[in-house]
């Protein structure tokens, strides 16, 4: 019986193991996941996907080990102390609730143990960033698919599959490769049959010579037959090619409240929201760019580190970052060229005798302009914004409205949004 030989042609590095590291992924899960948080909230929105280094305390990946004892029945004696009796309290160690303080002297002797520092590739760092976000796994292969290829065709090739045979080019190959190998032969035959035509006409030519020429003819007749009618050679297939398909240019308006009831909790659901439809486009769009625009009684555009760390105190008016949208928007970006997207996040407090214009300015300014746009309420309470949103987004196509006041609710919100753009535009 001959012995067969077993190749692991699988997608691991050298000297890892993907099953190893999956079980170390979930045993760890919870201080992974913890490292993840704290890299998205130091983390920009352009950087989200990247991967990250995890360190985990030596102690925390201790395994419990058995030890043999000495076994059998033993007598010893253990020696007493000066210092203590049963009963006493010991002092607290200065410096902590170890063995030596920060504030000592340096030592030359003890040892110490680094933590375990692992790469979290980027795959294995947007999974478990969406694993809070109570993602359906469809949703996150969604997310995470390779750029759409479309297939054009590419002239003729040698090889192939018979669906892609084309006749006509492979018998035009096969013709002129016969009318190239006997042209040289055909001419040859029509000189000897025309001699043979003469001699025979005269009558004077010795038998003998005519056997030899009408053997040479048939030398020539039996060469010609031996050329092919179709060789391998002829066959032609249609070559195709995967090019990427052309892609648009995309932008994303953020809008954001930032007065004083927008607290940093709220804010960080509302960067999560953010983040999300960025990845989305980004998933859809070889170019994409942001516009950060920050509010409170009036709108500016800002970079992304003080749209998200910048508070302010005062009012509410929510019109003025539409209206600065839309003057940027119709002025930077036009819609024969980008595609725009908008996406607010406010706590729904505004200004009352503004909350309709805000509705008339997104239903005849912003959303003629836009591909989607998307609003998520990252407080419970109801007030006139959100009633006129949510009438607006019963009337409207491109227009969502959602609340999401923890984490795992931020998701819903993009749920119509990937259903009606599950292809690349």
Not at 405 to 421: C, G, H, M, N, W
Request: charged content about 30%; some cysteine.
């Amino acid at each position: 019986m001959a012995l067969q030989s077993i190749i692991d042609r699988r997608l691991a590095g050298k000297n890892k193991s993907i099953g190893n590291r999956e079980r170390f992924l979930r045993r760890h899960k919870e201080q992974i996941r913890e490292a993840v948080k704290r890299a998205v909230d130091g983390r920009g929105i352009r950087d989200i996907e990247n991967g990250e280094d995890i360190r985990i305390p030596k102690r925390d990946i201790s395994e419990p080990v058995f030890g043999h004892g000495q076994g059998g029945r033993r007598e010893m004696v253990h020696p007493g102390n000066k210092d203590f009796v049963r009963g006493d309290r010991i002092k607290r160690p200065e410096g902590g609730g170890g063995g030596g303080g920060g504030g000592g002297q340096a030592s030359d002797s003890g040892e110490g143990e680094d933590d375990f520092v692992f790469h979290l590739s980027k795959e294995e760092f947007m999974q478990v960033f969406f694993d809070d976000l109570a993602l359906p796994n469809l949703a996150r292969t969604t997310l995470a698919e390779t750029p759409e290829y479309k297939t054009h065709r590419a002239g003729f090739s040698s090889d192939g599959t018979p669906n892609n045979l084309h006749v006509v080019r492979s018998m035009r190959g096969a013709l002129g490769r016969r009318i190239a190998l006997g042209t040289e032969s055909r001419r040859e035959l029509r000189a000897l049959e025309e001699r043979l035509a003469e001699m025979k006409r005269q009558g004077e030519a010795p038998a003998r010579e005519i056997e030899e020429v009408e053997r040479q003819i048939e030398a020539l007749r039996a060469r010609l037959d031996r050329i092919p009618y179709l060789d391998p050679i002829d066959l032609r297939f249609r070559s195709r090619v995967r090019v990427p398909v052309p892609t648009s240019k995309a932008v994303m308006f953020c809008l954001m409240d930032v007065s004083g009831s927008m607290d940093e909790a709220r804010k960080d659901l509302a960067k999560r929201f953010f983040i999300l439809l960025y990845l989305f486009l980004t998933r859809h769009y070889e170019k994409i760019d942001i516009v950060f625009i920050r509010h409170h009684t009036q709108a500016q555009e800002v970079d992304e580190h003080e749209f998200f760390h910048a508070t302010e105190t005062g009012g509410t008016v929510v019109s003025s970052a539409l209206v600065l949208m839309d003057e940027i928007a119709r002025a930077r970006y036009p819609t024969s060229e980008w595609n725009i997207y908008g996406a607010q996040a406010s706590d729904g407090d505004n200004w009352h005798h503004d909350s309709g214009r805000c509705r008339d300015l997104l239903n005849d300014r912003i959303l003629p302009l836009c591909r989607y746009f998307a609003y998520v309420q990252v407080a419970e309470e109801e007030q006139n914004l959100w009633d006129e949103y949510a009438a607006l987004a019963a009337e409207s196509k491109v227009f969502a409205v959602r609340k999401a006041t923890e984490a795992s609710q931020i998701y819903p919100v993009f749920r119509d949004l990937f259903k009606k753009e599950g292809h690349p535009a």
